[in-house]
């Protein structure tokens, strides 16, 4: 009965979707369901395009493709910064498409850091991705300052996400700097940007965001919201392909300062090619680069900014609103009984694009669903991230999964798997 209905309504969302034809531009595989686009994201018929552009230019241009390609790689950096700034909320030149995402957090540091006196502390929290911590303690090295003192964690109450009120507590006159993520990667919980940024700075202190899991998911207003820094990767729900270039947003109020990691590309670009030893760094986020950009690592970028500036990136929030919510009824009405928590929040404006359970067999219940045909995404030690991406799935895909998943826990097929964790998830 409750099967026929859900099944009922995913048709009906379906048919309803005004973004339902996006996911014709992507390649998937048939009878494969794939929700695992917050970490990677697939390949579109844009992005595929773009890049074949670009090696086509290659071949026939050779050097002159700097500037005579169709978007020429000299400045094909600035012109992705131009069509990502919607996305964040900022002024073009606030923005640049550059490094990979740790690189860009240590650049970030490496500018914006400047411990004075007794203000020398950087705010994190327990829940940050590993990368992003391992690089603010060695940046906190370089400084000869010590991660056990300077680091400041905020706690998690209950493993899994933050109490803003907590985090606001934690801002002390000790804390020079704040780096927290937009969205929490673990549990998907989208935390208040404005609110803490307002907090940060009656209280004096920077505050930048890893914008990682929102970005292309959930509209941002950083400039709006006087957020001084922002970073973030292009190969989760953008979708340029892995390991491709990251992005970051530098507010104007921190433009003229000498890049931190400097590089020939951190240059004026009328100045570069003096190749004069003394700098004109660039007037924006532009002076963030450091060398010669990864031109076949940013080209997918073009085609899928195209894809999503057609589809609106307001109307994909409000789809994939819907689709995880949807995808958390079903949970709460067929898997009832099963042992899974959904730890993700439930209100809109708290949570990001993907929906977190729990469950103490998850890394068994994950390999059972990938030969079930469905792609979620493990995270250890006991997470099971479903991310329905909405410029490609369907509510059918999200019926289709818990179907798959409900009899993977009814007939206990999970427990014909290893419990081993893989070296990827
Ligand atoms: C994916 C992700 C990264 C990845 O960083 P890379 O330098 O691209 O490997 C960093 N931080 C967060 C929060 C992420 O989700």
Sequence with gaps: ???ETTYEKALVLDSQDELAHYKDNFYRNTNQIYLDGNSLGLLSVQS?????????????????????????????????????????????????????????????IATLFKPSGTRNKILSDELSFPSDVYALESQLNLKSLHADTHLVKVKSL??????????????????????????????????????????????????GFDCSHSIGAVPHKLSDWNVDFAFWCNYKYLNSGPGSTGGLYLNQRHFGQSPGLAGWFSSKKDYQFTMSHTAQYAEGAGSLQIGTPNILSMAPLKGSLQLIAEAGIDRLRLKSLRLTAYLMELVESELTGYGFTIANPRE??????HVS?????????????????????????????????????????????????????????????????????
């Design 348 to 353: 809109n404006h708290r949570r990001g694009g």
């Design 158 to 207: 209950n493993g899994f996400t933050l109490d803003e009120h907590l985090i606001v507590e934690a801002m002390t006159e000790e804390i020079s700097m704040i780096v927290m993520p937009s969205v929490i990667y673990t549990s998907g919980q989208l935390l208040d940007m404005e609110y803490l940024t307002a907090e940060a700075h009656k209280r004096g202190i920077l505050i």
């Design 1 to 3: 009965m409750s099967q």
């Design 48 to 108: 595929e395009q773009a890049l074949l552009t670009v090696l086509n230019e290659w071949k026939t241009l050779g050097i002159d493709g700097w500037l005579e390609a169709s978007t020429p790689w000299f400045f094909l950096a600035e012109e992705l910064a131009k069509q990502t700034a919607p996305l964040i909320g900022a002024r073009a030149d606030e923005v640049i498409v550059a490094n990979s995402t740790t690189v860009n957090l240590h650049q970030l």
């Design 357 to 425: 359970l729990i469950h103490d067999e998850a890394i068994r219940i994950c390999k059972a669903l990938r030969q079930q045909g469905v792609i979620p995404d493990y995270r250890y030690p006991n997470i099971i991230r479903l991310a329905p991406v909405a410029l490609y799935t369907s509510f059918i895909d999200c019926y289709e999964a818990v179907k798959r998943l409900k009899q993977i826990m009814n007939d206990r097929i999970y427990e014909s798997h290893e419990k081993e964790r893989g070296l990827v998830p």
